[in-house]
């Protein structure tokens, strides 16, 4: 009886209070504070502060640990034609990469340190340094000797000292030095992207007179080669890359004698592999291995 009549109480109290309104709107808004809208009222931000929040720069990709392998491997060893005279000297010739060079200073670098190679004569790329905003590319050496501690050795002996005879780097500091200077960190780029912008003062292009075939005004031995994709001794870089294209690997050495060699390695072992061993521009060797 009693259980009877508290449920009766508590469906009587539940019936009183089913009209009064949600204890929240009784509450007054703060002073200066407006009311908050609902979320249905609130309009979602704009797609391109979500695209400007996820590429917070529009500066172009730093220079890629792989594309300076593939610089190095296809532009140093690089030969080239000579566009305009190159100087020598250790400072080196400072180029502004997408402006015009400074007559004025190229002048005063010759000045200074002398030509080394003049408007198409034939230089080589044989060094190339990176640096934070600039890539440093030594022609034919180099315009700066580098110190070699056995140069300062010198021999003592009863008549007094003598310095060590030389023996190698004969041709070093005897090359020019060119500085691509890009204003900022070094952008991602190919092979093809620094030889152009080596262009004002070097020329890889391999182009010839279209009133001429050029294979045919070669001799004989060298145009069969080339039609027959080999490498035969005597070649020149140019005729090799016209037989057998750009080369998988290259590796130079040094005699004992002091003389350079450098080998384009065609294939991969176990696959058909070609060693054009060059003297120079010149094929001194071509070895085949099945």
Do not use: C
Not at 154 to 179: F, K, M, R, W, Y
Request: aromatic share 6%; hydrophobic share 35%; proline share 9%.
């Amino acid at each position: 009886m009693y259980l009877r009549a508290s449920i009766l109480t508590l469906a009587l109290a539940m019936a009183a209070f089913a009209g009064v309104p949600d204890a929240n709107h009784f509450r007054r808004p703060l002073p200066g504070v407006p009311d908050p809208k609902p979320l249905s009222d609130v309009t979602p931000l704009p797609d391109i502060f979500v695209a400007v929040a996820q590429h917070p720069s529009n500066q172009p990709a730093d220079l890629k640990p792989q594309s300076r392998l593939e610089i190095v491997r296809y532009v140093s060893g690089e030969f080239a034609k000579a566009v305009k005279p190159l100087p020598g000297g250790g400072k080196g010739m400072r180029i502004s990469v997408g402006k015009t060079v400074n007559d004025k200073e190229l002048q005063t670098a010759l000045r200074s340190g002398g030509i080394v190679a003049n408007p198409g004569d034939t230089v080589q790329v044989t060094a190339i340094e990176f640096r934070a905003k600039e890539i440093v590319v030594q022609v034919n050496g180099g315009g700066k000797r580098k110190y070699h501690w056995k140069e300062h050795l010198q021999i003592g002996g009863a008549g007094g000292t003598v310095p060590l005879p030389q023996t190698g780097n004969p041709n070093e500091g005897n090359g020019s030095t060119l500085i691509l200077d890009y204003g900022r960190t070094i952008p991602d780029m190919s092979a093809e992207d620094l030889m152009n912008d080596l262009g004002p003062f070097l020329d890889f292009s391999k182009e010839h007179s279209a009133t001429v075939n050029w294979i045919d005004t070669l001799p004989p031995q060298f145009r069969d080669a080339i039609k027959e994709r080999k490498a035969v001794e005597g070649m020149d870089h140019e005729m090799v890359l016209a037989a057998l294209g750009r080369p998988d690997h290259r590796v130079r050495e040094r005699d004992p004698s002091g003389e350079q060699t450098e080998d384009w390695i065609y294939g991969t072992p176990p696959a058909k592999t070609t060693f054009v061993t060059f003297s120079g521009d010149k094929v001194i060797r071509v070895k085949e291995f099945d």
